[in-house]
């Protein structure tokens, strides 16, 4: 990483991403740690493919290896926009009432 504001900015997109992946059940600390360790172990596989296809594609077009902190970068990019769209998901019911 080359300065101070790429790590900031990193750093911010983790927070991001953390703070939307946690499934929050109210008074329940112990069923709120192990759903959101269950969400973010099942959605990262899919946030670390895309990120591989995506980068695979843009070396390939280029010629030029990406550097680690754009690669991180991009799959927290990926796994925040994975959250959002899951999160409406989860938010509108979309499968129906439970």
């Not at 680690?68 to 994975?82: K, N, Q, S, Y």
Request: no cysteine.
């Amino acid at each position: 990483m080359k300065n101070f504001k790429e790590k900031i900015s990193i750093a911010l997109l983790g927070l991001v991403y953390f703070i939307s992946s946690i499934r929050y059940f109210p008074e329940q600390a112990a069923k709120t740690a192990l759903e959101t360790t269950i969400h973010a172990l099942s959605l990262a596989p899919i946030s670390i493919g895309a990120t591989l296809v995506f980068v695979s594609i843009f070396a390939k077009a280029t010629g030029d290896k990406i550097p680690t902190d754009r690669v991180i970068r991009i799959f927290l990019t990926f796994a925040i926009g994975l959250e959002f769209i899951l999160g409406l998901y989860n938010y509108l019911n979309i499968n129906g009432p439970t």
